[in-house]
């Protein structure tokens, strides 16, 4: 007997909307991706950054100086006329009288501790004061300076705010159009509390928060190992400018798990540049003891930036191309001496003696390492990546001690360690926002233990 046609009618519209959902598939695929209405930022301590899936791949977003990465610095005149945020506000402060205000993050969504604030401004130009906080139970860090003739303080996340306004009118004249949305990165050591005020910055500033993701695992998503391996341990080291953190990370299935945490919120870029600026006074002092050079501000604001200088040029055959190169620690860096200084010269500093000078805090910052593998009791050789994050990650013997540590494991740099944060929110960013021809992303998973991180 013949096919019921009935049968036959069925098993042809079956056909045609397969083809239909295939054919609709194939056209969504190649239509241009919608336009981006979110971006990923890295509000950090030193310095921030922002970063927008568009046209198929992550941008990294330049501010008005054209630079990728803006200063988390705001500058306050005397007269309280105006304030001057990130690349614009130390060049001001060098010229006129006024108050920088910079690590606005190590306070955010603190309570105010009498002893801690009393500790922590004597290194200040701000006092801390306590203030009520947002959600009016409790008392809370704020920063407070003198302008106009009076007193003015601000919360942190007022500080960041203008931040992530700068940042986000960057992004908007980079890509043309509004952008509403935005995915945060915050510490892995960071309250509840704490959070939530970084999330205050951003809505202050315009912007709805999508999520908050940690930075490790943004960075880690930055690398793409979200794509790779079923399961591996990955370790990211984060130096930045002020801080130095230390997260140990499972990857299973896609989802990110923070096993374990640590780091030195009083070690990062800074303090090698301080080290630097030492040697330097130090020299001239020996040559030329009746100058007083450490009580010329003039001078001693010209030397800082050299020394920060000498530091980057130090170490500049890093390029984090992904290769490491060792380099010549015997070669030499002619210091730039400051008007009326000539005589001390010609004064040169090597790379070798920076590091022999700077072994404590190069000590300092494996100690973190350790820890982490301690707390979970791994041994080194059970990490599979080593992910770099942070400007001072570029330093070469920050890479060699963890490539000893590890057996010679080279820490991973392909993408740039100042942008990798913002470069894993913006993906985050994507994918929460239905963006298309993007891989599917990785997720984190609850944290159901203490990481003990001092902030």
Excluded: W
């Amino acid at each position: 007997s013949g096919q019921d046609p009935m049968d036959t009618s069925n098993e042809i519209m079956v056909f045609l909307a397969v083809i239909a959902v295939l054919l609709a598939a194939s056209i969504q695929r190649m239509m241009p991706s919608p336009p981006a209405t979110a971006v990923g930022i890295d509000l950090g301590t030193t310095f921030s950054c922002v970063a927008v899936f568009e046209d198929g791949e992550i941008e990294v977003i330049p501010n008005e100086a054209g630079s990728s990465i803006t200063p988390s610095v705001l500058f306050v005149p005397e007269n309280g006329s105006f304030v001057i945020v990130g690349d614009g506000a130390r060049p001001t402060a060098a010229r006129q009288p006024g108050t920088l205000v910079y690590d606005a993050k190590r306070f955010i969504g603190k309570r105010y501790v009498p002893e801690r604030a009393a500790r922590e401004g004597r290194s200040l130009p701000f006092s801390l004061v306590p203030r009520v906080a947002a959600d009016g139970a409790s008392l809370n860090a704020h920063l407070q300076i003198d302008a106009g003739g009076q007193r003015v303080s601000f919360a942190p996340e007022e500080v960041g705010a203008l931040i992530v306004r700068q940042l986000k009118q960057a992004a908007e004249r980079y890509i043309g159009r509004k952008v509403d949305n935005v995915v945060l990165a915050v510490p892995v050591g960071f309250s509840a509390a704490q959070i939530s005020a970084t999330r205050r910055a951003a809505t202050l500033s315009g912007f709805n928060v999508l999520r908050t993701i940690h930075e490790p695992t943004a960075a880690a998503m930055a690398y793409g190992l979200h794509q790779g391996a079923q399961s591996m341990t990955v370790m990211v080291y984060d130096i930045g400018g002020g801080t130095l953190d230390v997260s140990l990370l499972n990857l299973n299935n896609g989802i990110f798990e923070v096993m374990a945490a640590s780091g030195d919120n009083r070690l990062g870029g800074q303090d090698f540049t301080a080290l630097m600026l030492d040697m330097i006074v130090t020299s001239i002092d020996e040559r030329l003891p009746a100058r007083g050079v450490r009580s010329d501000l003039e001078a001693m604001r010209a030397l800082r930036e050299e020394a920060e200088r000498l530091k980057i040029e130090m170490n500049d055959e890093c390029d984090c191309s992904g290769a490491f190169y060792d380099g010549d620690v015997g070669a030499s860096v002619g210091v730039l001496l400051p008007r009326g200084y000539e005589a001390a010269g010609p004064l040169t500093i090597t790379r070798a003696q920076f590091e022999t000078n700077a072994a404590e805090l190069f000590e300092r910052s494996l100690a973190p390492v350790r820890q982490v593998l301690a707390r979970v009791e791994m041994s080194a050789s059970y990490v599979d990546e080593i992910v770099l994050v942070g400007g001072t990650s570029r330093m070469a013997r920050v890479r060699s001690i963890l490539r000893d540590y590890f057996a010679g494991k080279e820490p991973n740099c392909m993408v740039s360690p100042e942008e990798a944060v913002a470069h894993g929110t913006a993906i985050q960013a994507a994918i929460l926002t239905d963006r298309k021809k993007i891989a599917v992303g990785a997720t984190e998973a609850a944290l159901h233990q203490h990481l003990d991180v001092e902030r």
